[in-house]
């Protein structure tokens, strides 16, 4: 049996290359195989930190008895849905449409065009290989049947991915979003809605800025409350910092232990953006252990890899969950009941077989010795096994940390931060950008096959422009310039908004065109919030526009759905503010103006610094030192008021 998985530049891929299960990598060649074989195609979606994709994986993909059963009647089809999010997204909501719900491990078993006819999650063994032998038999005997299920399918999928009505992102719909989320808050726990509760870092980053226009302290408070029910809770790790994937309860305690780069980096900015408009609480503290998550545990030296395992040698939460005498047999018994007490490390525990998640609902008096303590129980959980790491480097969601660190590193003057961010764009620009197009994936420095998607070239051109404010070097506005250009070019939909995927990518059964925010940034939003940053940088008025005409693709679903659309939402209060254009001409990049434009910057500004005439720095071109001394130049809209030298004139005209 070939081996056809042993070159996939996804681990997820890479984790199943030795099943008996004969897996093709996604390709047009494994699709003329099941016209050879007149056979249906099961295609397997899943991601390498997916805790219930290994549990289908070694009840079904790894016994010889289901693999001879789907390799006799099927070709099966593995499919990292990191690395092609656009494969995941069609056949994601044939799933939803089917079964009303969707999830990882998808099954799908599809004809040999790739049209889907029954889609599924995960399936026991016994009920998978019953499975495999009805779709098989159906196949044979009701083929017609199965066309036209799956031409019903294909239609709804069509219809899904048909666009809302657009209209205008107006200070109205902004509003309107706000108060969806206000009624979805969870006043005891804090957060959305209910179990499982996933961190919703883009709502937070859509509400900070909302509160700056509105100066609505309900808005603040539900912020300030749910960043600290988060933080304090199991779900965030208290000795190593980095937030997991979600928390399977309502209260934050229990979580699915997986921890994503993409998580992580949105977590940083909320925090970041937190402290700096309303300080206080344990915002800063977080910031910087998330900042030191990512540099310590996630950065390869190359870029930032995707993901740590949620299990760990098939255990989940093996690496990170405590008993009391674990606990006692780090510390001893006088410091170990100190800790327990602190950490709410019980007899009965929180999670499995008597242990227990560390929680840390209050900061102890004694930080001296909570640090040496948190330090020893780190120092003993390091000699456990350890999570498997998901080693391939996602170009949007290295975009989004790139953000994120530059905003940590100028607010918080951590010049290792920004430099981080540095190399990692200088990665990203010679590693993922190949021939003017981005590539979805590298690992180990090599980029991948699959094309990038929307949400890559928005999140990049993003973070380039993060790059260029950070270092007043031109070449990042350039490069982030030729995205947003090939992002026009390519993926603009000529009806209004954009595709997921290029016009010239491969063809799906259906072209993705998601509005709405998911665990990520939508390309729809993450584009518009790179068109917005470019626009105020350059003032290239075509790209705001285009800024505008996307919003409006899903202002009307925002208007009553805020939950979905929180990224597009921070950018529409962008758009409102102005941005405020921020330009500081001084000889040292570090001066104090400097650092009061990024703390005290309204939403979505810009901020630039250097001396007069920087090449390549538009909003730096005949910007002159007022008697020789740093002199800032507030803009908004592209209408300046007059240059400031003294601290708290620019800070007054930041309003």
Not at 147 to 160: G, N, P
Not at 342 to 368: K, M, R, Y
Not at 560 to 589: K, M, N, W
Request: aromatic fraction near 8%.
């Amino acid at each position: 049996m070939a081996n056809r998985l042993a070159d996939a530049t996804s681990p997820y891929l890479q984790q199943h290359k030795d099943n008996p299960v004969d897996w093709w990598q996604w390709s047009p060649e494994a699709f003329e195989e099941a016209r050879r074989r007149d056979v249906p195609v099961l295609i397997s979606v899943g991601y390498a930190a997916c805790h219930w994709c290994h549990v289908m994986a070694h009840e079904s993909f790894e016994h010889e008895g289901v693999a001879a059963l789907v390799n006799e009647l099927t070709v099966p089809v593995k499919v990292d849905r990191e690395e092609r999010p656009d494969v995941d997204a069609v056949y994601m909501t044939a799933t939803q449409a089917m079964t009303g719900q969707g999830g990882w491990p998808m099954t799908v078993f599809a004809t040999p065009d790739g049209e889907p006819f029954y889609c599924g999650t995960y399936f026991p063994r016994d009920a998978f290989q019953r499975l495999v032998h009805a779709v098989s038999d159906a196949w044979r005997t009701q083929r017609d049947a199965v066309l036209q299920q799956s031409a019903a399918v294909v239609d709804a999928i069509r219809q899904v991915a048909a666009k809302p009505p657009a209209g205008p992102m107006h200070e109205g719909v902004l509003d309107a979003a706000a108060q969806s989320l206000v009624k979805a808050y969870d006043k005891e726990h804090g957060g959305f809605g209910g179990a499982p509760k996933f961190p919703p870092h883009m709502n937070l980053l859509f509400l900070l800025r909302h509160y700056q226009r509105t100066h609505d302290d309900e808005v603040l408070g539900i912020v300030r409350y749910t960043a600290e029910r988060m933080a304090r809770g199991g779900m965030y790790d208290q000795l190593a910092g980095g937030f997991a994937r979600y928390s399977v309860d309502e209260t934050w305690t229990v979580p699915h232990f997986e921890k994503m780069l993409y998580d992580n980096a949105l977590l940083l900015r909320t925090y970041v953006q937190l402290d700096r408009i309303a300080g206080g609480g344990t915002a800063r503290r977080v910031a910087g252990e998330v900042a030191d998550f990512l540099r310590r545990d996630l950065h390869d030296g190359h870029g930032f890899i995707s993901a740590l395992d949620a299990d760990t040698d098939g255990v989940e939460g093996l690496t990170y969950v405590w008993t009391p005498k674990q606990i006692d047999e780090v510390l001893g018994e006088i410091d170990g009941a100190w800790a327990r007490y602190l950490l709410e490390v019980t007899a009965d525990g929180t999670f499995e077989h008597g242990a227990s998640v560390l929680q840390l609902p209050e900061d102890p008096i004694n930080l001296e010795r909570w640090l040496d303590i948190k330090r020893r129980l780190l120092e003993a959980r390091d000699t456990r096994p350890q999570p498997s790491r998901d080693g391939k480097i996602v170009a949007a969601w290295n975009g989004l940390a790139i953000t994120a660190l530059i905003e940590f590193g100028q607010v918080y003057g951590d010049q290792q931060a920004v430099q981080l961010a540095v190399d990692t764009a200088r990665y990203l620009a010679e590693t993922h950008l190949v021939d003017g197009r981005l590539r979805r994936v590298s690992r180990d420095g090599v980029a991948g096959a699959p094309a990038g998607v929307l949400e890559d070239y928005g999140a990049v051109a993003e973070a380039f422009c993060a790059v260029h404010q950070a270092t007043g070097d031109g070449e990042w506005l350039t490069l982030a310039g030729r995205l947003l250009d090939v992002a026009l070019e390519r993926f603009a939909d000529p009806a209004g908004g954009f595709f997921d995927t290029a016009d010239d990518a491969e063809q799906l059964v259906s072209r993705p065109a998601d509005v709405t925010d998911n665990a990520t940034p939508s390309g729809l939003s993450a584009i518009a919030a790179a068109l917005v940053a470019y626009s105020a940088l350059t003032a290239d008025v075509a790209k705001r526009e285009a800024a505008e005409r996307a919003l409006a693709t899903v202002a009307m679903v925002a208007a009553t759905h805020g939950r979905f659309t929180g990224y597009a939402c921070a950018v529409g209060e962008a758009l409102l503010s102005g941005p405020y254009e921020i330009a500081i001409a001084t000889q040292d990049r570090h001066d104090p103006l400097v650092t009061a434009a990024w703390w005290h910057a309204p939403p979505g500004a810009v901020v630039v610094a250097g001396p007069p005439d920087t090449p390549g720095v538009p909003l730096l071109e005949s910007r002159m030192l007022r008697d020789g001394r740093p002199t800032a130049y507030i803009c908004r809209g592209f209408v300046c008021d007059a240059p400031v030298t003294e601290l708290e004139d620019l800070v007054s005209g930041l309003g």
